[in-house]
């Protein structure tokens, strides 16, 4: 079945101070424990949007993300909880919101210091490219080490097309994705094997199964049109690709 787990939060553990949206650790009814994203926090609900839809993406690419859930949230978990401002990020999440399996004992995986592998590092870098996911440099790679693999997380900064699209102004055009920052550039190889393999693998059945996958209540307008327009734009950037050009001649720019 084609749909992202439903689960209800039931117990607000603790928050993931280092996170900027302030993320918090919950248990729900199935006592699973998830890192939540909240709806409530100041950035957003596409932001909720794109971790959907890069998350699901990357997993159907072949890359390890922890699994991806809906949480039901009712603002009445805010009176157990002491602190003012967890308080309040309660009381505006009522509803929907992300939820991340938690995956316990993990630590921030840093390229710089392990070697991901050739493999990973150019996959990676290309899924960030398509994506235009500016969260992934080396000073916050946004991986973690679970059980030996490299999980990624936190692509909520990605599409970020979304906050400025208009009739003017459509997700169908070339955005602009600075590499040089990217925790894999010192580690990618060449990329047209990768380009290749990648693009063939994003059909348009793909990307419907993708977006399939968003919340209506999370697409500010329109779903049906709202989802053509990601896509219009996947399918752009798929066709437009100098962007793997420009990865190259980064890439080549290093040594
Ligand atoms: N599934 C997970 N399992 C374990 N820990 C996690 C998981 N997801 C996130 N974390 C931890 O929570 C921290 C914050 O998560 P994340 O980076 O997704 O939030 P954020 O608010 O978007 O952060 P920022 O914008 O500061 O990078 C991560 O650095 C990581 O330490
Ligand atoms: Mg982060």
């Given at each position: 079945m084609n749909s992202l787990r439903e689960v209800t939060a039931t117990r607000y553990v603790t928050p993931f101070r280092e996170g900027g949206s302030m993320p918090g650790l919950v248990e729900a009814d199935d006592l699973g424990m998830y890192v939540v994203k909240f709806r409530?926090?100041?950035?957003?609900v596409k932001v909720l949007v794109a971790e959907i839809v890069v998350g699901e993406l990357a997993r159907r690419l072949g890359f390890r993300i922890p699994e991806i859930v809906l949480v039901h949230l009712d603002p009445?978990?805010?009176?157990?909880?002491?602190d003012q401002e967890v308080q309040e990020l309660l009381r505006a999440s009522g509803g929907l919101n992300l939820g991340l399996d938690y995956l316990p004992g993990s630590f921030d995986f840093n390229p710089i210091v392990r070697d991901p592998g050739v493999e990973l590092a150019t996959k990676l870098l290309w899924l960030d490219a398509l994506v235009l996911?500016?969260?992934?440099?080396?000073?916050?790679?946004n991986m973690l080490l679970w059980h030996r693999d490299v999980w990624l997380i936190d692509h909520g900064a990605s599409l970020y097309f979304h906050y400025s699209w208009s009739p003017e102004r459509p997700a169908t055009k070339d955005f602009r994705f600075d590499?040089?920052?990217?925790?894999m550039l010192p580690n990618a190889g060449s990329l047209s094997e990768v380009d290749a393999e990648l693009s063939a693998k994003i059909t348009p059945e793909l990307l419907d199964e993708v977006l399939a996958?968003?919340?209506?209540?999370?697409?500010?307008?329109d779903p049906v049109e709202l989802r053509q327009r990601y896509k219009d734009f996947f399918t752009y950037r798929l066709a437009h690709r100098g962007w793997v050009d420009s990865l190259e001649a980064a890439r080549a720019a290093r040594v």
């Open positions: 409530g926090a100041g950035q957003g009445e978990l805010a009176r157990a909880e002491p996911n500016v969260d992934r440099s080396w000073r916050n790679p590499p040089s920052d990217h925790a996958l968003v919340p209506d209540e999370w697409l500010d307008g």
